[in-house]
Nanobody, 127 residues
Framework: QAQFVESGGGLAQPGGSLRLSCAASGFILEDYSIGWFRQVPGKQRVGVSCMSRRGTFYADSVQDRFTIPKDPAKNTMYLQMNNLRPEDTADYYC??????????????????????WGQGLKVTVTP
């Protein structure tokens, strides 16, 4: 059964760092476009970053602060979050097989949708 299992997350202070992990099972991560979305309760889910054969793309709000490395040997992707801000507080979801991965991913990502997703991780950034 194809699935993602997420780990990491939790509390961080402004300016701090966190790394989220997302291990894929039942399919090969390298065969699909991958990415991360986030959602604040009561608000729409929005794209954070994605990676495909076209390249790697970031929402404007996280550009130069977040990266999405991956380890093919572990079939695992990550979201490295640096210089965190209180507005980064949200539930984060790793996703695979995206309908869209390209420029303006932050605003266009959800329009493309995705076919695989993790269970979500809570990230709270507070002094």
């Amino acid at each position: 059964q194809a699935q993602f299992v997420e780990s990491g997350g939790g509390l961080a202070q402004p300016g701090g760092s966190l790394r989220l992990s997302c291990a894929a099972s039942g399919f090969i991560l390298e065969d699909y476009s991958i990415g991360w979305f986030r959602q604040v309760p009561g608000k729409q889910r929005v794209g954070v970053s994605c990676m495909s054969r076209r390249g790697t793309f970031y929402a404007d709000s996280v550009q130069d602060r977040f990266t999405i490395p991956k380890d093919p040997a572990k079939n695992t992707m990550y979201l490295q979050m640096n210089n965190l801000r209180p507005e980064d507080t949200a539930d984060y979801y790793c996703v695979g097989d995206l309908g869209y991965c390209g420029p303006d991913f932050g605003t266009r990502g959800m329009m493309g949708g995705y076919d695989r997703w993790g269970q979500g991780l809570k990230v709270t950034v507070t002094p």
